[in-house]
T-cell receptor, first 113, second 112 residues
Framework: DTEVTQTPKHLVMGMTNKKSLKCEQHMGHRAMYWYKQKAKKPPELMFV???????INESVPSRFSPECPNSSLLNLHLHALQPEDSALYLC????????????FGQGTRLTVV | GENVEQHPSTLSVQEGDSAVIKCTYSDSASNYFPWYKQELGKRPQLIID?????GEKKDQRIAVTLNKTAKHFSLHITETQPEDSAVYFCAASRAGAQKLVFGQGTRLTINP
């Protein structure tokens, strides 16, 4: 199994809503990532978890809250988002955080209205 | 921190011709250089990667070359096919670092 699975595929939420994005992998990878990708731009790193501990937060606003319940799961909790937060949110995993192939999920297309 | 520049931003070639995309990096400690292909509406997928102890790597129609002295690496696609049309991202990562730093992407179009 070389898949990173993200749910939901699409999400439309209002600015007062609370929602969560989910990511799952069963490759035994110990590093998991959240990226944000706007149209025609490269993925932009948000958070890195290494061995279930948050190791990098790229100064992401607190309306985005990551969570890593176990080594296979990664969540991104969303609250009070702005329309400019609309983007493709990609989860990725690596065997370790060091110089190995990153496997990406298919992403969640988020629209904030 | 690391900075990766990628050129060109768009590239259009005739089917069957070769395509070359170039990236330069700033951090001489970077030692891992992957290339990702992203088709419209899909996830980025690794197509080839190279580590700094190797100058060139080839996988069928795709090759990557690395010049550590000049701090640049290139993706070469030969005998291009319509299914090669996509956005290609280069990236760089230094030893011991958790981040992959991406270039800005190249939109490759293969004309039949």
């Amino acid at each position: 199994d070389t898949e990173v699975t993200q749910t939901p595929k699409h999400l439309v939420m209002g600015m007062t809503n609370k929602k969560s994005l989910k990511c799952e992998q069963h490759m035994g990878h110990r590093a998991m990532y959240w990226y944000k990708q706007k149209a025609k731009k490269p993925p932009e790193l948000m958070f890195v978890y290494s061995y279930e501990k948050l190791s990098i937060n790229e100064s992401v606003p607190s309306r985005f809250s990551p969570e890593c319940p176990n080594s296979s799961l990664l969540n991104l909790h969303l609250h009070a988002l702005q329309p400019e937060d609309s983007a493709l949110y990609l989860c990725a995993s690596r065997r370790t955080a060091m110089n190995t192939e990153a496997f990406f999920g298919q992403g969640t297309r988020l629209t904030v209205v | 921190g690391e900075n990766v520049e990628q050129h060109p931003s768009t590239l259009s070639v005739q089917e069957g011709d070769s395509a070359v995309i170039k990236c330069t990096y700033s951090d001489s400690a970077s030692n891992y250089f992957p290339w990702y292909k992203q088709e419209l509406g899909k996830r980025p997928q690794l197509i080839i990667d190279i580590r700094s102890n190797v100058g060139e790597k080839k996988d069928q129609r795709i090759a990557v070359t690395l010049n550590k002295t000049a701090k640049h690496f290139s993706l070469h696609i030969t005998e291009t096919q319509p299914e090669d049309s996509a956005v290609y991202f280069c990236a760089a990562s230094r030893a011991g670092a958790q981040k992959l730093v991406f270039g800005q992407g190249t939109r490759l179009t293969i004309n039949p």
